[in-house]
Structures are given as structure tokens and as C-alpha cells.
């Protein structure tokens, strides 16, 4: 079946610092999308990448697409103690006559002030 | 901003008991879907749920496990005698896509599930 693995697991960066994360999929997607979940919190929606090798923009977060839409990355620059939590990509594709959606297995991120 | 519903937001139950948690999804979403996390880990996918039948289901999804959609509004997943490895957070989520479509998930605040 379809994985989605995250690198790293855990990330600790000095508050100013810059963070990223990487997704790869086991299987070429349809789409993949970002959640975040704070500490104690539920996953919220991110983005969404669609477009083979789209880049998007929210703020100080850039997210890409691969080429293939195997993999993707999520990069926040200027790190804040307000991006403190645990970042999910979801792989989107499809099973029998649905899409399926699979989260990675999502990387920490501890912003130290 | 609408919301996904879930309660209890925390069950205690002795193993082999069943549990009931419930869902109200949007109101306009036509797909429904239970995650659970077991603590520090990762979101799994259980089931999903569209027009009245599941639609896909995990290997996780046995038959300790079903979802029902009892009237218009709620969406329940039953664990028929629970473990202590279903000891986790149960998420329910919809969407409104079609299959066709890219589903983006509205999560609710999840039922933390404890089994002693």
C-alpha cells in the first residue's frame, strides 16, 4: 500500500533559524497537502500542491512539489515559537475509484526562544 | 468558520467494553473519515465513509470496529470489546470533494480514547 515517509522525525531550532522538512511517497500522488498540529491539537489544513514541481507560498512557509510527485518539502523561514508543533504531509492518490489520503509520519519541530 | 463535532472529548473504559464515538461533520461534506494517533505518533487512517457505505477501509479497520451514519447529522465509530492498544486519539474528519476531486480534510478536536 501506499507510504509516507517524513525526515527528519524531530527537528530543534534556535527561534530565527530556518526549518524543513521532507516528504517522500512511496507511489506517485495526485496531490499532497499540509497539515500542522499544535501539541494537544487536532491536524488544520494547510495547503495544497496539485501541479507537478508547484511551488506556493504562505508567508514565511514555501512548499514544493516534485517533479515526479513523488516528494515534497515544506521550509519555514525565520523560525517562530509560533510554528512549534508537528507538520504532516498527505499523500493524495488514488484507490479503486477514490482518492486516498495518507499521512506522513510528520516531523516535530521545537522552536527554542 | 464551521466546525467538525466529536464527543466525549475523553472516554475511560475497561478492556473488552464497547465504546461509542460521535461525529458531526459539516453539514454540506460528503465524505466522512476516522483517524486515530496513538500518542506521539502518527495520524492512521481507519475508514472513510461516502453515500451511506465505506468506501475504504485500513487493515487497523477489523471487525472490532464499525461506523454508522444513524441520521443526517452524526457519524459514530463503534469498538466492539476494546484493547489496550486502541488506547488513543480518535479523529473524525470530512470533506466536501467528490472523489474526483483533491479532499481536503477538516479534522474535529478528537475523543481520546483510554482503555484500562
Known amino acids: 500500500g501506499q507510504q509516507v515517509m517524513q525526515i527528519p522525525q524531530y527537528q530543534h531550532v534556535q527561534e530565527g533559524e530556518d526549518f524543513t522538512t521532507y516528504c517522500n511517497s512511496s507511489?506517485?500522488?495526485?496531490?499532497i497537502q499540509w497539515y500542522k498540529q499544535r501539541p494537544g491539537g487536532h491536524p488544520v489544513f494547510l495547503i495544497q500542491?496539485?501541479?507537478?514541481?508547484e511551488v506556493k507560498k504562505q508567508k514565511r512557509l514555501t512548499f514544493q512539489f516534485g517533479e515526479a510527485k513523488k516528494n515534497s518539502s515544506l521550509h519555514i523561514t525565520a523560525t517562530q515559537t509560533t510554528d512549534v508543533g508537528t507538520y504532516f504531509c498527505?499523500?493524495?492518490?488514488?484507490?479503486?475509484?477514490?482518492?486516498?489520503?495518507?499521512f506522513g509520519t510528520g516531523t516535530k519541530l521545537q522552536v527554542i526562544p | 468558520e464551521p466546525e467538525v463535532t466529536q464527543t466525549p472529548s475523553h472516554q475511560v473504559t475497561q478492556m473488552g467494553q464497547e465504546v461509542i464515538l460521535r461525529c458531526v461533520p459539516i453539514s454540506n461534506h460528503l465524505y466522512f473519515y476516522w483517524y486515530r494517533q496513538i500518542l506521539g505518533q502518527k495520524v492512521e487512517f481507519l475508514v472513510s465513509f461516502y453515500n451511506n457505505e465505506i468506501s475504504e477501509k485500513s487493515e487497523i479497520f477489523d471487525d472490532q470496529f464499525s461506523v454508522e451514519r444513524p441520521d443526517g447529522s452524526n457519524f459514530t465509530l463503534k469498538i466492539r470489546s476494546t484493547k489496550l492498544e486502541d488506547s488513543a486519539m480518535y479523529f473524525c474528519a470530512s470533506s466536501e470533494q467528490r472523489p474526483s476531486g483533491a479532499n481536503v480534510l477538516t479534522f474535529g478536536a478528537g475523543s481520546r480514547l483510554t482503555v484500562l
Open positions: 498527505a499523500g493524495v492518490g488514488q484507490s479503486g475509484g477514490y482518492q486516498k489520503v495518507t
Open positions: 500542491l496539485v501541479k507537478s514541481g
Open positions: 507511489t506517485t500522488l495526485s496531490n
